[in-house]
């Protein structure tokens, strides 16, 4: 199961969405407090419609927290970063790989990022932007490592709901 460790996370919206997401591939989701929201927030249920209550979602006080319970994070985490050298295509996830997403407004700690340099990813944008929607990144680099284990147990095809495909 690959999971997804959104670190100090700032807006309710974006963590329904991610949230959402993580349902709708079977990712276990992390939040590290502190967080600019109460996790019954209306705005995260509203963005992450009915399916906020199927969610596989573990709350943690701080990173230290979220390092002892999950004791094989730290050898198996990717950190998203604009400062990073390599894409996130470059790099093998495991099948239990680790995602990781800072805040909003300041990303993963710098001091985080040096200590594990292999494993920053970045997504390439133009030099004039500083970063993408949070909720819309977790995504981009979630489906990556989806691919690569060849989506596990998901549905690879589906079917129209009053007609029928020609082939």
Not at 14 to 40: K, Q, S, W
Not at 124 to 148: D, F, T
Request: net charge negative.
């Amino acid at each position: 199961m690959l999971n997804i460790v959104l670190l100090e996370p700032e807006m309710p919206a974006n963590t329904g969405n991610i949230g959402r997401t993580c349902c709708a591939v079977g990712a276990r989701l992390h939040l590290i407090e502190p967080m600019g929201f109460h996790i019954n927030d209306k705005q995260i249920k509203r963005a992450g419609l009915d399916y906020w209550d199927q969610l596989d979602v573990k709350i943690y006080d701080c990173y230290q927290d979220f390092l002892e319970q999950n004791p094989r994070a730290a050898e198996k985490m990717y950190m998203a970063t604009t400062k990073a050298r390599r894409t996130y295509c470059q790099v093998e996830y495991e099948p239990d790989a680790y995602i990781m997403f800072g805040k909003e407004s300041a990303g993963i700690p710098e001091e985080l990022l040096v200590e594990r340099e292999e494993n920053a990813i970045r997504i390439p944008m133009n030099a004039n932007i500083r970063s993408l929607n949070l909720s819309n990144a977790v995504a981009i680099v979630l489906y990556e490592a989806l691919r690569q284990n060849q989506f596990f147990q998901m549905e690879l095809e589906g079917e129209l709901h009053r007609l029928h495909w020609k082939s």
